[in-house]
Every structure is written in C-alpha cells, then in structure tokens.
C-alpha cells in the first residue's frame, strides 16, 4: 500500500512555543490531506482537509489561527501549532488521499505541552 | 445529520470469533471503512465495502448491508495481538469525507 511518513513521532515543546508537524506522501500524490487529533480513549476528531495549492478547510470549533496547515506540494503538508499551550497536548495524525476513498495514516505525532 | 455507532468495548476469548457492529446514519454514502488501531499508534486499514454483502479477508470479514445501515467486522481464531480499538468510518458526501465512529475497544483474553 501507500506509504504516509509523519515527523516528527514525538516532540515535548514548552507552553508559547510553536511546533510543526510534518506529512509526506512517500510514493504517491496526495490531492487531499486530512489532519486528526486523538485524546486518549477517544476517536480520532478530524481537524482540517487540505488540498494542494489551496486554503485548508477547518472543523467547526479548530481555531485556524492556532492550527496552521499548508499544503504546498502534492506530496506535502504541515501542520504547525502556535503558541502552544499544555491543553494542546494530544496525538496528531494526518492522512493523504489520492484519487480513491482511501486514506493512508502516518504514524502520528505525540505531542507533549510542558 | 451525520451519525455512527458501535460498542465501546468487547472482550472475547483467544481462538474465538467476534463480530463488531456498526450502524450509520449519513448522507450521500458511498462505502464503509473499517480501521484497526492499537494503542498510541496511527490506524491501518483492514477493509473497505461498497457494495452488499460479506468481504472475506484471512481471518478478517467485513459485511454491508446499505439498505439497513449496517456493518459488522468479523474477527475469526482471535490471537492476543487483535486486541486494539476498531473503528468504523463512513466515506460519506459530496466533500469526500471520513465520518468516524468511536471505536470498539476490543480485548483479547487468554
């Protein structure tokens, strides 16, 4: 199958600070990408969708300004958390899409706000 | 509106059979994800139906029934490493968009 890499696994950061998260499709083009965040126990809540070339599309109550992303290639988006704070702490994942239904994960990101 | 459920935990015995269900209410469906997730790991994917009817898969199958709004995974000769969280998704709507259940945590026993 297609192969997502996600980087970084793991990134511990202090509160004000910001951290990007990065999602690369390894062997295909990614037209659409999709941005989750999961607390523990708790399903996956979809964040944003970004094609390439244009303005990510935010969930209802994802605060923008906070949660950048860019897709600016076919093969990659970021996501970068600004002004992070300890309420922020959570596992991070994306997903990439390319003409099909389905979506191939990364590995995620865990996040830690100190 | 959009809407997906399925238990939130089951617990099966290693060797058995397990089915996990998964109800729908959406619009514009076009098929039905299902997704294994252990914990503090991204989901992988185990089967995708769009049309009615089971999907044999190894020891993984996967049912669809559009017409009632319903799926189930089957989970046959349960080894320990199948304990994990399953997730349901409906791939739903013009904007192509992943609906997600909760997901099943399932517990594998001895």
């Known amino acids: 199958g297609a192969v997502v890499s996600q980087h970084p696994s793991w990134v511990i950061c202090k509160s004000g600070t910001s951290v990007k998260i990065e999602c690369r499709s390894l062997?295909?083009?990614?037209?659409?990408m999709f941005w989750y965040r999961q607390f523990p126990k708790q399903s996956l809540m979809l964040m944003a969708t970004s094609n390439e070339g244009s303005k990510a599309t935010y969930e209802q109550g994802v605060e923008k300004d906070k949660f950048l992303i860019n897709h600016a290639s076919l093969t990659l988006s970021t996501l970068t958390v600004t002004s992070a704070h300890p309420e922020d702490s959570s596992f991070y994942i994306c997903?990439?899409?390319?003409?099909?239904?389905?979506?191939?994960f990364g590995q995620g990101t865990r996040l830690t706000v100190v | 509106g959009q809407n997906i459920d399925q238990p939130t935990e089951m617990t099966a015995t290693e060797g058995a059979i397990v089915q996990i269900n998964c109800t729908y209410q959406t619009s514009g469906f076009n098929g039905l994800f299902w997704y294994q997730q252990h914990a503090g790991e991204a989901p992988t994917f185990l089967s995708y139906?769009?049309l009615d009817g089971l999907e044999e898969k190894g020891r993984f199958s996967s049912f669809l029934s559009r017409s009632k709004g319903y799926s189930y995974l089957l989970l046959k000769e349960l080894q320990m490493k199948d304990s994990a969280s399953y997730l349901c998704?409906?791939?739903?709507?013009?904007?192509?968009?992943?609906?997600w259940g909760l997901g099943t945590s399932l517990a594998v026993n001895p």
């Open positions: 139906n769009v």
């Open positions: 062997d295909f083009q990614a037209t659409t």
């Open positions: 998704a409906a791939y739903a709507g013009n904007n192509r968009k992943l609906i």
């Open positions: 997903s990439a899409r390319a003409a099909g239904p389905e979506a191939f």
